[in-house]
């Protein structure tokens, strides 16, 4: 495991001793025992979203639990007030954040909804607006499947309070390129790229953070792979491959599993989207996904395997049946018992391996966790 890897074990495990220890009995006496609980759950929420992109998401959520827990009760049990309470109140919403996003990775929309909904009001109420509006940002990502002029909505108002945050760039980027997408428009997605790329344009690289799930950064990386999918799907593949390009550039021994998963996919998809559809290439790249993917099984790239199957057969008369069988225990229940033993026998029976590069944290291996994602 690398030194990296180990530094977040570290704050995890102190985190969530600290929790053990003063939330379970009355230490919480004094403004200096509620900071130091503050400091710890914070250090351990860090760890764990830093941790995402490289952990099984069962075990992200297991230790984004207590902290979610912890964060809510010990103000209201030691009666915080004032910014004190205040503080509080902004790490509960970003821990819930996260919890939400981990439950919309796992396909639990609804538990994923709840979440963001209370995250976005916690957020919002203790004065953080680009914290509420990345929490309103994921509600938007989730209700774009039924009604996307309503995630146009969302995103709306998410902007308002976002401010020139990389949160900013995320709502024109992800949220409103989608939204776009789905309804056909192709001139929206345009304007929607456009805007994105000159909001990150404005921001430092301190905004951009690492590659992949965050909770106060945006990096280019995910910026161009929103692009891509969005162009991808209104049909302008070629407009998307520079952004698929920079994307993998960025990804590329990284050691960010879920980033570059999610670019894989986007790269399968796109050529199964040109005017020439190339089935060998697009089975190349989601093959590497799912290979990546043996010990981070997700619903969601089990879905988007389907989906990219059925666009294959479509344009091809050929799908992609090995990985779509191979993906299959990811799906609803099965996920929830041993996913990771059997994501890895599947894999195995289809022949795949993993691109090099590419460290992927096995589930029910230290609580090293933490980073979405339906169709990145």
């Known amino acids: 495991m690398s030194d990296v890897s180990n530094r977040r074990s570290v704050l995890v495990a102190t985190g969530l001793a600290a929790v053990g220890t003063m939330t379970l009995g ?12 503050h400091d710890a759950c914070s250090a351990a929420l860090d760890a764990a979203v830093g941790a995402y992109e490289t952990t099984e998401l069962r075990a992200t959520a297991a230790t984004l639990a ?15 007030r004032g910014q004190v309470a205040l503080d509080w109140m902004r790490l509960h919403a970003a821990v819930t954040t996260a919890a939400a996003a981990v439950s919309y990775d796992r396909g639990r929309h609804a538990d994923a909804a709840a979440r963001a909904d209370r995250a976005a009001s916690l957020a919002r109420a203790a004065g953080d607006g680009p914290l ?85 950064t945006y990096s280019p990386a995910d910026l161009a792979l929103a692009c891509a999918e969005a162009l991808t799907t209104v ?33 399968a998809r796109a050529a199964l989207a040109r005017e020439i559809p190339d089935r060998d290439e697009a089975a190349t790249f989601a093959g590497q996904a799912v290979a990546l ?48 033993a059997d994501a890895v026998s599947a894999v195995a029976r289809v022949g795949l391996t993993a691109p090099s590069g590419v460290m992927v944290q096995r589930a029910g291996g230290p609580p090293t966790v933490p980073a979405p994602r339906p169709a990145r």
């Open 132 to 216: 509420a509006a990345r929490a309103l940002a994921l509600r938007a990502r989730m209700v774009r499947p039924h009604s996307p002029a309503v995630s146009l909505q969302i995103a709306g108002v998410a902007a308002r309070i976002a401010g020139f945050s990389p949160t900013r760039a995320l709502i024109a980027g992800k949220v409103v390129t989608s939204a776009c997408a789905a309804t056909g428009d192709t001139a929206g997605v345009r304007d929607a790229v456009a805007r994105a790329w000159q909001t990150m344009e404005r921001l430092d690289d301190v905004d951009f953070g690492t590659p992949g799930f965050a909770l106060e």
């Open 293 to 340: 993917s043996a010990a981070r099984p997700a619903e969601w790239l089990a879905r988007l395997v389907r989906d990219v199957s059925q666009l294959s057969e479509q344009r091809t008369g050929y799908g992609l049946d090995d990985l779509v069988d191979a993906t299959a225990p990811w799906l609803h229940s099965t996920i929830e018992t041993d996913g990771g």
């Open 235 to 267: 049909g302008a593949a070629d407009e998307a491959t520079p952004h698929l390009e920079r994307a993998e550039t960025l990804v590329v021994g990284s050691g960010q599993t879920g980033m570059v998963v999610s670019v894989r996919m986007a790269r």
């Open 26 to 37: 009355s230490d919480v006496t004094s403004p200096g025992d509620a900071s130091h609980l």
């Open 66 to 80: 207590p902290l979610e827990h912890a964060t809510r009760s010990v103000p209201r049990d030691h009666r915080l």
